[in-house]
């Protein structure tokens, strides 16, 4: 009887373990299969057709999946931890139209919390199952469109004043002709006014040939003594007529590859920028040093200073800490916006140091010519 149980036992236990033998072997299977028809889910060849396609792209499945997306897709938030609600908004209107749309969203930025992306957005069905997401990152462009929209806005109000000016005086001289005191004066404001448009139609000439992105030339080695001595005689007259001394201090000899006219203009609106806000018989230092095989030219002055929060929009276009000043002086606030975008087009960067009271400090960095190259240059 003992023996009879234990076989029986023996027989069911081997039962179980083929059961159980059995089941595993079918999950394995269905586990494999559904594998397999995951791995088919993507249409053949569209995965790689992402992977290296420019523009952001995703591809979801029915269940809103991302199943393939493009390298940059992260980076322009369509798609992070999951899909943008906005993107999926979209998605869901394709899907119950059939039909693909294109929209323009303003997403925010992946990198950054405050930044915005703007997208050019297309969505489409791929199939019965798929929804194909592709995108193109305007940002850019959308910026660069407001700042030519806000630049020729500021243009025009800047020459609204002196043409303006211009017209009146005229209609003065005319109705003064028999004063000749009067004449005069009116005369001598024209030819002030004058100058002044002159000058701001030079700086946005000045300002949209470094600022268009364009190559200066050919690059040739340019001794610093030369662009120095020219910024400096450029700003003689108007310092002298105020008693402003332009100090000249540092090592000599020093060259920069670029382009000099450019650079003459970039240190000549630092000087000029510098005199008109220092007071009488004042100094302005122009001070070069090596660090790093970096040059460092600096322009200081003992005006008034800049503002702390005003130092980071100093190198804006027709921005003025000043403006009653700037009037004063004749500035048309593109100076030091020119001063920037030349530097930055010879690999380099200008900063500025300033503290309310005690003056000014802006400071061009550029990369140094090596000593070598400088004296084979000159033999």
Do not use: Y
Not at 19 to 26: G, I, L
Not at 50 to 61: D, E, R
Not at 276 to 295: L, N
């Amino acid at each position: 009887m003992q023996a009879w149980v234990v076989a029986l036992a023996l027989g069911l236990g081997l039962l179980v373990g083929v059961a159980m033998a059995a089941t595993a072997v079918w999950a394995a299977r269905r586990g494999e299969r559904a594998r397999q028809i995951a791995a088919q889910e993507v249409p053949q060849g569209l995965e790689a057709v992402l992977g290296v396609l420019g523009s952001p792209a995703i591809l979801v499945n029915s269940s809103n999946l991302v199943l393939a997306q493009s390298p940059s897709a992260d980076v322009t938030g369509i798609v992070g931890e999951r899909v943008h609600p906005m993107i999926l908004e979209l998605i869901d209107e394709v899907r119950a139209s059939g039909e693909p749309i294109a929209r323009e969203l303003d997403l925010p930025g992946a990198a950054r919390r405050d930044a915005v992306r703007h997208l050019s957005v297309t969505v489409a069905c791929i199939g019965v199952r798929f929804v194909l997401v592709v995108a193109e990152d305007r940002t850019e462009t959308v910026r660069l469109d407001a700042v030519r929209r806000d630049f020729i806005a500021n243009v025009s109000h800047e020459l609204k004043t002196p043409i303006g000016a211009v017209s009146l005086l005229a209609e003065a001289l005319e109705s003064a002709a028999e004063d000749p005191e009067q004449v005069r004066r009116f005369a001598e404001r024209l030819a002030a006014e004058g100058q002044r448009l002159a000058g701001l139609t030079q700086d946005i000439i000045e300002l949209s040939r470094v600022q268009g992105g364009e190559p200066f030339g050919e690059p040739e080695l340019v001794e610093l003594d030369a662009v120095l001595a020219a910024a400096i005689e450029q700003n003689h007259v108007g310092a002298e007529a105020r008693g402003v001394d332009l100090v000249r201090g540092g090592p000599r000899g020093l060259a920069v590859w670029g382009h000099q006219p450019t650079l003459v203009v970039a240190v000549h609106n630092l000087i000029l920028n510098a005199v008109q806000h220092s007071p009488d018989h004042a100094r302005v230092g122009i001070g070069v040093a090596v660090r790093d095989e970096v040059v460092e030219l600096s322009v200081s002055d003992h005006g008034p200073g800049i503002p702390l929060g005003e130092q980071d929009r100093i190198f804006e276009r027709f921005f003025r800490s000043d403006p009653a000043r700037s009037r004063q002086t004749g500035g048309t606030g593109l100076g030091l916006s020119i001063v920037k975008h030349a530097i930055a087009g010879h690999g380099g960067e200008v900063t500025v140091w300033s503290q309310p009271g005690k003056g000014a400090t802006f400071t061009i960095r550029l990369p140094l010519a090596h000593p070598a190259a400088a004296a084979t240059e000159r033999a």
